[in-house]
C-alpha cells in the first residue's frame, strides 16, 4: 500500500541500493500479535530517487585489503606466512609461540 517510491532497507538492496545518508522517510505500521504489547510494529521506508548505488570496493581498496590480511597472518618472529590469523594474544604464529613457551 505504500507509494512506489519508498522502500524498505532490504527491498533497497535487493535493487542494489543503500539509503544514501536519508533518514527513514516514511512508516508503515501494523498491529502484530505475534509480538508482545502494544503490538505494534514498524517497517521504515526510503525514498528511492535519494538513494545511492551500493558501495564496492575499488581495485586499490580490494588490493590494501589483501595487503592488511597478509599482514595479519605474517609472523614477526620467523617472517613466515602462517595460513591463519596471528592469535592476537600471543602475537606470533603457533609454532614460535609454542617454541617461546618451551625456551
Ligand atoms: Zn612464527
Do not use: I
Amino acid at each position: 500500500m505504500a507509494p512506489p517510491h519508498l522502500l524498505t532497507l532490504r527491498q533497497l538492496t535487493a535493487k542494489g541500493l543503500r539509503p544514501g545518508g536519508q533518514g527513514v522517510q516514511a512508516q508503515v505500521l501494523w498491529r502484530s500479535r505475534r509480538y508482545g504489547a502494544p503490538g505494534v510494529r514498524a517497517a521504515y521506508l526510503y525514498d528511492v530517487r535519494f538513494a545511492l548505488p551500493k558501495r564496492t570496493a575499488t581495485a586499490r581498496q580490494r588490493v590494501a585489503l589483501g595487503k592488511a590480511n597478509a599482514a595479519r597472518r605474517t609472523c614477526p618472529e620467523c617472517l613466515r606466512d602462517a595460513g591463519y590469523v596471528l592469535p592476537r594474544h600471543l602475537g606470533t604464529c603457533l609454532d614460535c609461540a609454542e617454541e617461546m613457551a618451551a625456551a
